[in-house]
């Protein structure tokens, strides 16, 4: 589902101890950026609905323990599960000219400094050992690691990343 203004923050996985408390999985690159969150909206039935947390507990690889008010036993909790999770776009802290939020990179025209034009950014693969950005080329995939230094320029305005992909990378998907 596409909530406008919204961006996809990750899940409600699992119960959490037997007091209402649930497990989130943040399918972000950097979970420890959410730490203070106060309130989430969850899709219940395609309508975003806003839950306060009264407690954040932050868990390793993307989990976090959370108590939300007004749910206060594992019934309630349990009506949670394997709902998606999301927060508005403008709760976001702006970022500098070389950094991004992997959700607003789609769309993006990609430019690397050598290679020029290379295609259309699609998603960012989150994968724990490193990231992937996938772009689009003349339906062809291409899969850039992310790393420190790969972004040179975000051009929000126009829609353009600017990048510095290693050397013979971008020659592997085009010829």
């Known amino acids: ?34 730490n203070r969150l106060e309130r989430i909206f969850v899709d219940v039935d395609g309508v975003l609905i806003p839950f306060f947390i009264d407690q954040l507990k ?4 993307g989990f976090m323990a959370v108590k939300f008010q007004d749910v ?3 019934n309630a909790a349990k009506k949670l599960l394997k709902k998606s999770i999301y ?3 403008n709760e976001l802290s702006e970022l500098d000219e070389t950094s ?6 789609s769309g993006f025209k990609v430019y690397d400094h050598v290679k020029g034009f290379i295609g259309i950014a699609d998603t960012v693969i989150d994968l724990v050992s490193n990231p992937l950005m996938r772009i689009e080329f003349e339906n062809k995939e291409i899969l850039i690691p992310i790393f420190e230094g790969l972004i040179s320029k975000v ?14 990378l971008i020659d592997l998907y085009i010829s």
Do not use: C, W
């Open 1 to 34: 589902m596409n909530f406008e203004g919204y961006f996809y923050l990750g899940k409600i996985a699992k119960l959490h101890g037997y007091k209402g408390e649930v497990s989130l999985f943040l399918d972000v690159t950097n979970p420890s950026d959410y």
């Open 58 to 61: 932050p868990k390793n690889k």
């Open 72 to 74: 206060n036993d594992e």
């Open 87 to 89: 927060l508005p776009d």
């Open 100 to 105: 991004f939020y992997d959700h607003e990179i």
């Open 155 to 168: 051009d929000r305005n126009n829609k353009e990343l600017h990048i510095q992909a290693p050397d013979g």
